[in-house]
Structures are given as structure tokens and as C-alpha cells.
């Protein structure tokens, strides 16, 4: 039996592997003779699942000793208020800075202007031309030396991956090269987390919802330096006082039980691939094959520049948009589910997460070759 292949940009493809574990254990793990959604997140067996999911994730990414990893709820959308109630107030500024590249950014720009003063560091909301390519807004990224930086900063927030707009920024920078040494990086990598390695000697904070790349929903990870916690606002609620989070070990209240689970079986699985340079190799295979099969077609295109392109999210448009329909129902019908664009760009949107396999890209590759005979 073949599955379909699913390019959902999330809650997205998980591996076979991990759902087929999942399912094998679903009534007893491991000899427990408890569902994992059935037992206690304080007894021995959670404990221990709990407790390898932190190590074999500090392992697969090399997380330094001095950054904590957390779980959490709320998806990023709430730890775009959790992120400034936590660390816009530990400078006594005030101040937060943010760089602006598409849907994910913006949003999380306007919920932290709630709870200080928060400015735009940077925006591609503009049109420009690049390398001689007339880019859009929201296809291109504003490169750091342009950033407008104050140096009092709480913390300068990006989005490494707009999960929409397809476009990838993993140039980071070193703030202290652009005279902002004491303003840390908080990263929203919701969807390309666990997709290539980080560089944890450049950030304060890393964030990402599993539901892209890392697990189901439910679960929020977040990786922060320690120096950073211990600052919040006295608004900010218990529950979401990272300083609170950490002493509990991610159990200030009962977490996402399940979801930790299934994130855990998935680093697990990551680890068996060959851990994060593997997967990063296959990534950029997938990337390549397609990118590359797009950029010879006159049929389809794609608009995103190319020094930024998303591994992850890859957003294609055909030229002649009255086929749309038509593409997504034959797509559909050879098991490719799952490519309508997000309705803020239109189009098409083939999410290639780890979990998406090269040959799942052959057979998207394939399909768009046949759909341009038939159509071209
Ligand atoms: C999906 C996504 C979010 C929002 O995640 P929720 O879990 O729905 O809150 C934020 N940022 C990025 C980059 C995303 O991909």
C-alpha cells in the first residue's frame, strides 16, 4: 500500500516510521499498559519520555548547555506575546526591534507593539529590484547591514521562514558586527526547525510550533539562552514565565503529554536519518530537484528571489491561473495532496519537510511535467 504524498504546510506529513511506532503503542507503551495519553506527566514512564526528547533534541541541533529547551503551548502565535512579556522588559528599555518579511513577522510585530516599544528594524513590504530581478513584496529579505538597530534593545526578532511567502533567511547575523552586541536574536522557526543546523553562538532564542517540521500540534519548542529568563513583565501570566517553565521542566502545569511524545519518536527517527546534516543533504536534493525543474518551465513559475528560496515552502504559480482548479483535482487524483497556495498569496504551495521524502518531490515533479504537456 502507497499513502499519497502530502505537501500540507502544517499540520504536515509526519514520518511512516513514527506513526506506525505510534500506533504499535498506542494502547501499551512499552510495557507500561497505559496509552501515553493516559498516564500521569509526572509519573516515571512520562518522566522519561519527557527527558529523552530534551537530550536527543539538544543533541541533534549541538543546543549549548546554557540555553534551556522548553515546551510549551500556545502555538507561536501566543509565543509572539509570551516572547515580549518575557524579555522586552529585561533592559529596562523597553525596546524591541523587528524585522519584517512576510505574514509571520507582521503578526508578530503588531502583538508585541502591545506590550512596548517596538519599531521596524527592516521590511521587504516594498518592491524592489535585486540582481536585475524585479521582486514583489514579501519575496525578497532585507539584508542586516540595511537593519535599523538601536542598540538598548531588548532583543531584535525575525522570522527565519515564512511559511506563506516561501522565503528563507538563514544568513544570521553577528550582532555584534552591526554594533547591537548586546541585542539578542529571537528566531521564529516554526517551519524549518530540525530542517538544517543552527549556529546557537548567534541567537538568544530560537521558537517553533511542532506542527511543521517537528511533531503534531500542540507542542511549542522553544530553545533559550539562559542569561535571557528571569525577566518578565509581572503581567506575564505563570504559566508562560519562562523562568517558571524551566525550574518545572516544562511541567509549570501539565503539558502537552501526547504531542511531546510523538515530537520525541520524530527525533528519534531524525537521529536514524543521520541526525541534522542528513537531512539537510536530502533537504537540499528536494529543494534543488524542484526549484530546478520550475525555473526551466515557461509553464509554471516561481517568484521568490533566489537567494532566499525556502527549502521548506516552496509557493509556484501557473502562468495561465484559470488551470488552477484543474491542476489541484489531477494533483489530487495521483495522490499530491494538499498544494493550494494560503489564500494571501494564491497559487500553489508544495510544503517539502523533512518528513516528505525525495521520491514524494519526484512524483510532484513528474505530475507538474505531465500537467505542462497536457496543458503547455
Ligand atoms: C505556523 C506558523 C506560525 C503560527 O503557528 P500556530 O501554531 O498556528 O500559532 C507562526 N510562525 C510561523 C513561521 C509559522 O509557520
Redesign the pocket.
Known sequence: MTRPWNFS??PSALPLEVLEQAAREMTDWQGSGMSVMEMSHRGKHFTRIRDEAVADLRELLSIPEDFEILFMQ???????AIVPLNLIGRRGTGKADYVLSGS?SN??YKEAQRYGDVAVAGSSGEAVVLEDRQQSPWTWFPAPDTWKLRADAAYLHF??????GGVEFMDWPDMAALGAADVPLVV????NFLSRPIDFSKVGMVYA?A??NAGP?GV?IVVVRKDLIGHALPVCPSAFDYANVAEAGSMFNTPPTYAIYIAGLVFKWLKRQGGIPAIEAENIRKAEALYGFLDTSDFYQSTVHPSVRSRMNVPFFLKNESLNAEFLAQAESRGLLQLKGHKSVGGMRASIYNAVPFEGVQALISFLQEFERQHG
Not at 500556545?74 to 509572539?80: F, H, M, P, V, Y
Not at 522570522?159 to 506563506?164: L, M
Not at 521564529?188 to 517551519?191: K, N, V
Open positions: 504546510a502544517g500556545g502555538g507561536a502565535t501566543a509565543e509572539n509571520w503578526k508578530s522570522c527565519a521562514n515564512e511559511t506563506i521564529d522557526a516554526s517551519s510550533g506542527q511543521k500540534a511549542t
